[in-house]
């Protein structure tokens, strides 16, 4: 039986274009994309659905990067997730791929953003997600949906040329919800998970290092001031992103979730101010603390976009929660006027 997937693509090394097509061609021809005959009988064609192509700036890593040309594409398929991985891995390896830097230049990067309603780690054994394999319940199990694409601005935009109406199985949003709440704010996050020492940590630095300002979310919620609920005696910048060490209650009780998520910040009462645009799921990675079920990385009941995040490395976690801010409101502009560019 087939089910739908999304796939997405980025490049800044070499000649982009051409890359980013020849990427596409392969995973048309892989055999993994469902095909549908014409209803005359003539031969069957391509249900490859590919976005436009977006210029997006490079995020995080070393500096000096080019921009990245960034699309999505979406396809009816009857292969498994790790399946369709080994497609994607095999076509970076035919197009010249190195795994160096988090966040560094690449000549192609593809990902298995979402697969039908597959939550948690994928059921086919060892495949891994980014810079190789490894068995579930490790940091390089492949785990769909994507764990760290709602955050992602050029994945989610360009989704919605062609996959706007798809759901992401964990907290019943639209990708064209989900885009339109990423812009209805500055880029802001409320972190779960961990001990509060942790999450203590990860906000001091990421104000000491970033300038990401602290918002206590749940005071807010409660009624106090976002000024008095500020970590800092500046004033409140509402351009600026923050980040809390805790989530608002009415996210965990999924409480006026549906009125609050499309609010821009101009429209929300003072109390709602401090709903982040993402939950932030947190966790130190030992063998005891590595995510054993998908119930734990993803909890069904909650109805609030949600960004996971293993704890491997502290320097690295807080980095990479400063590049998911920049990427949560990068510039990204259109360079094609449709997906006809493979």
Do not use: C, M
């Given at each position: 039986m087939s089910t739908h997937c999304l796939i997405s693509f980025g490049s800044n090394l070499g000649d982009r274009d051409t890359v980013v097509a020849k990427a596409a061609r392969l995973v048309d021809r892989s055999g993994v994309v469902a095909r549908s005959a014409d209803?005359?009988?003539?031969?069957?064609?391509?249900?490859?659905?590919?976005?436009?192509?977006?210029?997006?700036?490079?995020?995080?890593?070393?500096?000096?990067?080019?921009?990245?040309?960034?699309?999505?594409?979406?396809?009816?398929?009857?292969?498994?997730?790790?399946?369709?991985?080994?497609?994607?891995?095999?076509?970076?390896?035919?197009?010249?791929?190195?795994?160096?830097?988090?966040?560094?230049?690449?000549?192609?990067?593809?990902?298995?953003?979402?697969?039908?309603?597959?939550?948690?780690?994928?059921?086919?054994?060892?495949?891994?997600?980014?810079?190789?394999?490894?068995?579930?319940g490790t940091a390089g199990a492949l785990v769909v949906p994507h764990p760290r694409y709602t955050a992602r601005k050029f994945v989610v935009v360009p989704a919605c040329d062609v996959a706007a109406d798809f759901f992401d199985p964990r907290f019943g949003w639209t990708l064209a919800d989900l885009a339109e709440h990423l812009g209805a704010a500055t880029p802001s996050m409320a972190l779960l998970g961990g001990d509060e020492n942790l999450r203590r940590t990860i906000c001091e630095r990421l104000a000491a290092e970033h300038q990401i300002q602290i918002v206590d979310a749940e005071a807010v919620e409660r009624g106090v001031s976002i000024q008095d609920a500020l970590w800092s005696s500046l004033p409140f910048d509402h351009a600026k992103p923050w980040v809390s060490p805790s989530v608002p209650r009415s996210l965990r009780e999924n409480v006026n979730v549906e009125k609050s998520r499309s609010e821009s910040a101009a429209e929300m009462p003072c109390r709602q101010l401090g709903l982040p645009r993402l939950i932030a799921r947190i966790e130190r990675t030992t063998l005891a603390t590595r995510w054993p079920a998908p119930h734990q990385m993803w909890p069904v009941s909650w109805r609030w976009p949600e960004y996971r995040l293993e704890v491997d490395d502290l320097d690295w976690a807080v980095g990479e929660i400063a590049s998911a801010m920049d990427s949560m409101c990068c510039d990204i502009c259109p360079v094609t006027n449709d997906g006809d560019w493979w």
């Open positions: 209803p005359d009988g003539s031969p069957s064609i391509t249900g490859l659905r590919t976005s436009r192509l977006y210029e997006t700036p490079p995020i995080g890593g070393p500096g000096g990067q080019s921009p990245f040309l960034n699309a999505v594409a979406a396809f009816a398929t009857e292969a498994s997730a790790a399946e369709i991985l080994d497609v994607l891995q095999h076509a970076e390896q035919q197009l010249g791929r190195e795994r160096k830097d988090r966040w560094g230049a690449r000549s192609i990067d593809l990902d298995v953003v979402l697969h039908g309603q597959l939550r948690g780690e994928a059921s086919a054994g060892r495949r891994g997600l980014i810079g190789g394999r490894g068995p579930v």
